[in-house]
C-alpha cells in the first residue's frame, strides 16, 4: 500500500485513466470495463482495474488540483509501477471555435502554479504530454471517428480567480483551455519517467458563458472516456 492508496501490489494496470470525480472513475469503471473490481475507497477516491478489449485498465479517481493530481500521479507510478497515465477531465475554452462538449489534448501545460518549484529547476520547466500516448491518441481519434484540439492549456490553482479578464491574457497566447491538474501530471512523469497525457472536455465556456451540469460532467462525456481508452490500447 502506498500513502493514500490500499491496493495490494500488482493490482493496478500499468495503464490508468485518472478523472478528477471519483464517481466518474466508477461510471467508467461499470460502463467501460469488463470485470472491473474496486481496489482503492481511501478518502473516497475510488480506483477500479478491470479490461477493456481484453487489455487490463484502471481508473483512479484524484481529485482537483495540482497538489492532489501529484499526490496519486506519483503513487501510482512509484509505488504501483504505472506506466502510461491519461488525465480525463474537464476544462473552460478560451475560444469561440472551441466548444462545449469539444475534447481539447493538451500538448503542453502552461501553469499558474508554484508546483514545479519543489523540483529545484535552474529556470523555468515547461511541462508537456507524453510523444508516444500524444501520437496514439491520433491513431485513436481516426479509428474511432472522435475529433479532438491538441495545443497549449493553462493549470491554474485558483478556480474562483478574482482577477479581471485574466483569461483573455492566456487566450492573447493562443493557449486553448484552463484546467487544474496536466501540469502536475505532466511534471511527476517526466520526472519518473512515465507517459502521460491530459485529454479534457470543455464544461464551460469563459467566452459564451456556457456551462454544463456537475450530473453531465460526470456521465455524458463518453467520446472522452472511449478515445482515451482506445488511447491507451493503440
Known amino acids: 500500500m502506498s500513502t493514500h492508496i490500499n491496493a495490494a501490489k500488482g493490482v493496478i494496470a500499468e495503464s490508468i485513466l ?19 473490481r474496486c481496489y482503492n475507497e481511501v478518502r473516497g477516491m475510488l480506483g477500479f482495474t478491470g479490461t477493456y478489449r481484453g487489455v487490463p485498465v484502471s481508473v483512479q479517481g484524484i481529485g482537483m488540483g495540482m497538489p492532489s493530481m501529484g499526490i496519486y500521479s506519483w503513487e501510482l507510478i512509484n509505488d504501483y509501477g504505472v506506466r502510461n497515465l491519461i488525465r480525463v477531465g474537464t476544462a473552460g475554452s478560451f475560444h469561440e471555435d472551441i466548444h462545449v462538449r469539444d475534447i481539447v489534448v493538451g500538448v503542453s501545460a502552461s501553469l499558474d502554479s508554484s508546483y514545479t518549484n519543489a523540483f529545484d529547476l535552474p529556470g523555468i520547466y515547461a511541462p508537456g504530454a507524453g510523444y508516444d500516448l500524444l501520437v496514439k491518441a491520433g491513431k485513436a481519434s481516426e479509428k474511432t471517428g472522435i475529433a479532438f484540439h491538441a495545443g497549449n492549456i493553462v493549470s491554474t490553482d485558483v478556480f474562483y480567480d478574482q482577477r479581471e479578464d485574466w483569461w483573455k491574457r492566456w487566450a492573447a497566447m493562443n ?56 488511447t491507451l490500447i493503440a
Do not use: Q
Open 175 to 230: 493557449v486553448m483551455a484552463v484546467e487544474m491538474e496536466a501540469a502536475a501530471l505532466y511534471t511527476n512523469a517526466a520526472r519518473c519517467k512515465a507517459n502521460a497525457l491530459a485529454m479534457v472536455t470543455i464544461s464551460d465556456h469563459l467566452v459564451t458563458g456556457e456551462e454544463t451540469t456537475s450530473e453531465e460532467r460526470e456521465k455524458t462525456f463518453t467520446d472522452m472516456m472511449t478515445l482515451a481508452l482506445e
Open 18 to 36: 485518472l478523472p478528477g470525480d471519483p464517481l466518474r472513475a466508477k461510471f467508467i469503471a461499470e460502463n467501460f470495463l469488463e470485470n472491473a
